[in-house]
């Protein structure tokens, strides 16, 4: 089974090859079943007051937010059983083309309860399908494979059984080779042995990073300097996320700080990743990092907008651009 949408004929769109296209990578995709219920009681029946699926995965959720700004985000990664066949659904009917490389294994689920009496949000994640040696060979056929090399990779979130822990690293000097660069949004040790390979951006929040790094971060010019630490260390730039304080960013020679309006969140699932769809898509066309701090910090914000696994809308990324702040710090 060949897992690739552009069209029914499964070749290229002429009006797609004039595009900047964005190779997004999730190789440990999940379906997002996201349940929400009236006061969640334990070992007793609960009855639910909705369901939603989304398709899900960090690299996925980049291309959904991507081709809701009008970009192309192209998904590449594992995919197979019945739960895979729900998420290559999800995706065409959402018009996000993917390139998936089939496996034995069966994608893996997420469930996210959502109490609406307590505003809690519980999420149950499994490990993810066994990927053998031959399916991890596949892929890397699948990704160079194309008579279309990618603008620009986005590689993230956590990694099947099977795959090597530096399989990141070796996503990033395989793009290098090709002349494409790549942003990196992980953690732990698929973090840590990818910036071994020296991405051309990072993407942390402020534990990842305390984590990746062995420092604390207790303020802002702690931020600051984990930022250019990254940096020196042959990293072009470092994004460090803050949440509802929005974003660190350094690179260019510069230090910026991009601050959101206070809004009311009603769920923070996909809000890294939409920001990471804002720096993506911006230096991807050339954009500085400047314009692109603040589309990421405007994306983000959105998605916090909308319940569930939903992610941001393009409306409300318009209506918060205005009212990012963008600042250039001192380092």
């Known amino acids: 089974m060949h897992w690739l949408v552009f069209r029914k004929t499964g070749t290229w769109n002429t009006d797609v090859v004039r595009r900047i296209m964005i190779a997004t990578i999730t190789l440990n995709p999940c379906v997002d079943k996201h349940i929400t219920v009236q006061g969640l009681n334990l070992d007793e029946t609960n009855r639910s007051a909705g369901v939603r699926h989304d398709a899900g995965g960090k690299g996925i959720d980049v291309s959904r937010a991507i081709h809701e ?31 998936f490389t089939p496996i034995g294994g069966e994608t893996r689920s997420c469930i996210i309860i959502n109490d609406v009496k307590t505003s809690q949000q519980t999420r149950i994640s499994t490990a993810g399908p066994l ?45 290098r080779e090709h002349g494409v ?16 390979g ?11 990073t305390e984590e990746l790094l062995g420092v604390e971060l207790e ?48 769920s923070d699932v996909g809000a890294g990743d939409c920001s990471v769809a804002g720096l993506a898509m911006k230096l991807a066309k050339g954009g500085s990092l400047w314009e692109a701090c603040r589309l990421a910090t405007a994306m983000g914000t959105a998605a916090v907008l909308t319940p569930g696994t939903e992610l941001c809308r393009r409306a409300d990324v318009e209506w918060l651009l205005p009212q990012i702040s963008v600042q250039e710090v001192a380092a």
């Not at 700004?69 to 993917?98: C, K, N, R, S, W």
């Not at 020296?198 to 990842?208: G, T």
């Open 131 to 175: 990927v053998s040696k031959e399916e991890v060979a596949r892929f890397f056929g699948q990704l160079w494979g194309s008579s279309r090399v990618p603008d620009l990779i986005v590689a993230g979130g956590s990694v099947p059984p099977g795959c090597p822990a530096d399989i990141y690293r070796t996503i990033i000097l395989k793009a």
């Open 219 to 266: 303020v802002e010019a702690d931020i600051i300097t984990a930022c250019l630490e990254l940096v020196a260390g042959g990293i072009e730039i470092a994004v460090i996320s803050r949440g509802k304080d929005g974003l660190i960013a350094a690179g260019e020679g510069k230090v910026i700080r991009a601050v959101p309006p206070r809004v009311k969140g009603v």
């Open 198 to 208: 020296k991405p051309y951006l990072i993407k942390p929040n402020v534990r990842e």
């Open 181 to 196: 660069k790549t942003i990196l949004d992980s953690s732990g040790v698929y973090l840590k042995e990818g910036v071994k």
């Open 69 to 99: 700004m009008g970009g192309l985000g192209v998904a590449y990664g594992f995919i197979g059983g019945h739960d895979g066949q729900i998420l290559a659904t999800l995706l065409t009917e959402q018009g996000v083309p993917f390139r």
